[in-house]
Nanobody, 123 residues
Framework: QVQLVESGGGLVQAGGSLRLSCAASGRTFSGYAMGWFRQAPGKEREFVAAISWSGGRTDGADSVQGRFTISRDNAKNTVYLQMNSLKPEDTAVYYC????????????????WGQGTQVTVSS
């Protein structure tokens, strides 16, 4: 079992920045790809970004390209999402997730999920 705990959410003005963190515990972090997803009220949970175990491969949704950066520190069992140039449409609950193996962009491929952290961007 893998436990994931997100932190770093909050309220920020449009154009601002936030850095989300996701700390993993339980089973070894080794070999797990990590992803960030988000869900706005009344909408489906959508893919934001993902990173391979080694950090050598990343993927991101078109809507966040050039603004969000995913990274990880395996020594700390932590994955990060640096969010810059935030827009009101980025407002959502952000979830981190993990899966053993390669990165995927569909939420159905991930086995473990955190409880989520709220990000609110005001205009």
């Amino acid at each position: 079992q893998v436990q994931l705990v997100e932190s770093g959410g909050g309220l920020v003005q449009a154009g601002g920045s936030l850095r989300l963190s996701c700390a993993a515990s339980g089973r070894t972090f080794s070999g797990y790809a990590m992803g960030w997803f988000r869900q706005a009220p009344g909408k489906e949970r959508e893919f934001v970004a993902a990173i391979s175990w080694s950090g050598g491969r990343t993927d991101g949704a078109d809507s966040v390209q050039g603004r969000f950066t995913i990274s990880r520190d395996n020594a700390k069992n932590t994955v990060y999402l640096q969010m810059n140039s935030l827009k009101p449409e980025d407002t959502a609950v952000y979830y981190c997730a993990s899966r053993l193996g390669e990165i995927r962009t569909t939420r159905y491929a991930y086995d473990y999920w955190g409880q989520g952290t709220q990000v609110t961007v005001s205009s």
